[in-house]
C-alpha cells in the first residue's frame, strides 16, 4: 500500500482479555518494527522483523507479549491476559533495505485502553 | 548502548519566531540521526536525516539540524515558526547494522506555537 497501515485505530479491552493489533507495511519493505509509546514517554522499542523472520525481540516486555509476520508483509502483535500498565499506542514502522534502512516510514498507531 | 536526551519536555514560541530543538545523543561509534514529528493522532513523520557529509542538514517544511560530534548534539531549527509545526518532535540515533531500524528515540519536545 501507499502507507503503513494499523488495525484497529482505537481498542478498548477489559483487564484479562487477549487483543491483536495488525500492520500492513508498505509494499516491498523488508523491515518491520513495533514500539510502543506511553502517555508522555518516547517511543520503546518491541520487535523487529526481516522478512518473517525475528533477529531481535529484546524489547518485548513479557511473555504475554508475542509478534508474527506472514509473507513478508503482514504482522500481528498479540498482548495475552492484557493489564492496564499495557495502555499505550502501539507504532508499527517499516523500511527498505540498503541506504533506506534506517528510515522509518511509521503507521498512525492502534491506541489500547485497557480498563 | 546507545541514548538521545531532549532536555525540554515543552516549548512554546510565537508565531514567526525562531525555534532550536535540543537533541544530545549517546553512541559509540558515527551515528545516524533523525527527527521525526508527530501531530496528534498521527503516526511519526521523518523531517531529516544526517547519515555522514555535510554537518548542517535541510528537512522538510523548513527545518534544518546540526550535526556537532564535539557536542554530541543534532539541533533542529526553523527560522520562523507556523501555527501548523505546534506538534511533537523527537530525535532519534539509529545504527547501521542488521538492527538498522532499531532507532532510540528520545522521549520527544512538545511545542506550543502562540499566535
Known amino acids: 500500500g501507499a502507507g503503513v497501515s494499523q488495525s484497529p485505530s482505537n481498542k478498548v479491552t477489559e483487564k484479562g482479555k487477549d487483543v491483536e493489533l495488525r500492520c500492513d507495511p508498505i509494499s516491498g519493505h523488508t523491515a518491520l518494527y513495533w514500539y510502543r509509546q506511553s502517555l508522555g514517554q518516547g517511543l520503546e522499542f518491541l520487535i523487529y522483523?526481516?522478512?518473517?523472520?525475528?533477529?531481535?525481540k529484546s524489547g518485548l516486555p513479557s511473555d504475554r507479549f508475542s509478534a508474527e509476520r506472514t509473507g513478508g508483509s503482514v504482522s500481528t502483535l498479540t498482548i495475552q491476559r492484557t493489564q492496564q500498565e499495557d495502555s499505550a499506542v502501539y507504532l508499527c514502522?517499516?523500511?527498505?533495505?540498503?541506504?533506506?534502512?534506517?528510515?522509518?516510514?511509521f503507521g498512525a498507531g492502534s491506541r489500547l485502553t485497557v480498563l | 548502548a546507545q541514548s538521545v536526551t531532549q532536555p525540554d519536555i515543552h516549548i512554546t514560541v510565537s508565531e514567526g519566531a525562531s525555534l532550536e530543538l535540543r537533541c544530545n545523543y549517546s553512541y559509540g561509534a558515527t551515528p545516524y540521526l533523525f527527527w521525526y514529528v508527530q501531530s496528534p493522532g498521527q503516526g511519526l513523520q521523518l523531517l531529516l536525516k544526517?547519515?555522514?557529509?555535510?554537518?548542517l542538514v535541510q528537512g522538510i517544511k523548513g527545518f534544518e539540524a546540526e550535526f556537532k560530534r564535539s557536542q554530541s548534539s543534532f539541533n533542529l531549527r526553523k527560522p520562523s515558526v507556523h501555527w501548523s509545526d505546534a506538534a511533537e518532535y523527537f530525535c532519534a540515533v539509529g545504527a547501521w547494522d542488521t538492527n538498522a531500524g532499531k532507532s532510540t528515540f528520545g522521549d520527544g519536545t512538545t511545542l506550543t506555537v502562540k499566535p
Open positions: 544526517y547519515f555522514s557529509g555535510d554537518t
Open positions: 522483523f526481516q522478512g518473517n523472520s525475528a533477529p531481535d
Open positions: 514502522a517499516s523500511s527498505s533495505t540498503g541506504s533506506g534502512a534506517n528510515v522509518l516510514t
